[in-house]
């Protein structure tokens, strides 16, 4: 029975992020965290989903709604520069200070806390400028690195720049997204390669998640507002019931 609810938390999260762009790391990590897994148990069974999932998002994307805009290759720049050498970081710090640090409640407000800029400081970071993004990016990492809960301020980061094809934005969130859990994956195996367990059945999840993505497609444009709302709401609760857990 655990195994079918591991399962059906896949399929929902990877449709959540299929729609709006994020979901499988700040929809899964309190879930699996509240569900008693350890934050490295979380990274290693959710970003393989992450890595799959923001890939054939990316295929979709392009496929039905033919990307013409080019991606603003900078931002990948700042994502190799900053983002993951901080990513680096946090993990290093989970090796080194895992038993002391309470991840139940870090998550959580993490969560909560990104969740807040993102909803109230959107206006704001339009007209950041170069050095703020570079900080913001480092810090990003940092905090994915230690929580796995990045992808919130990541989508906040690219969502503020002013485009109208929000489908091109969606695409760049699925793209940094996809570095973001490849490089923190790869990263994650050779720092505790001693402690690597793959979780998933690739002939359930593959063609699970390409399922998924489909359907997050079709409904993107439809619900995708109205989607980062329940998405939000359903991040804080789970992230209010691991608070408290933790406590």
């Not at 965290?33 to 979709?60: A, R």
């Amino acid at each position: 029975m655990d195994v079918i609810i591991l399962y059906i938390i896949i399929f929902f999260i990877s449709t959540v992020q299929s729609i709006a762009g994020v979901g499988v790391l700040v929809l899964g990590t309190p879930i699996l965290l509240v569900l008693n897994y350890s934050i490295i148990e979380t990274m290693f069974f959710l970003l393989p989903v992450s890595i799959i999932s923001s890939l054939g998002n990316l295929v979709l994307i392009n496929s039905i709604f033919k990307i013409k805009k080019k991606v603003d290759l900078k931002l990948i720049k700042y994502f190799f520069i900053f983002c993951f050498p901080s990513i680096c970081l946090g993990l290093i710090i989970i090796k080194k200070f895992n038993e002391l640090i309470n991840f139940n409640i870090l998550v959580s407000i993490i969560i909560i806390f990104s969740i807040i800029i993102k909803i109230k400081s959107k206006k704001f970071l339009v007209n950041l400028n170069k050095n703020s993004k570079k900080i913001i990016t480092f810090f990003i990492g940092l905090i994915h690195g230690l929580t796995n809960s990045g992808g919130t301020l990541l989508s906040l980061f690219i969502s503020s720049k002013e485009k109208k094809n929000t489908n091109l934005i969606r695409f760049e969130i699925h793209l940094l997204y996809f570095f973001l859990a490849i490089t923190q994956f790869i990263f994650l195996c050779f720092l505790l390669r001693n402690e690597f367990e793959f979780y998933l059945n690739l002939y359930i999840v593959l063609p699970m998640i390409i399922i998924s993505c489909f359907i997050g497609n079709i409904l993107a444009n439809k619900i995708k507002e109205i989607s980062l709302y329940v998405i939000y709401l359903l991040a804080i609760i789970s992230s209010i019931i691991l608070f408290i857990k933790g406590i």
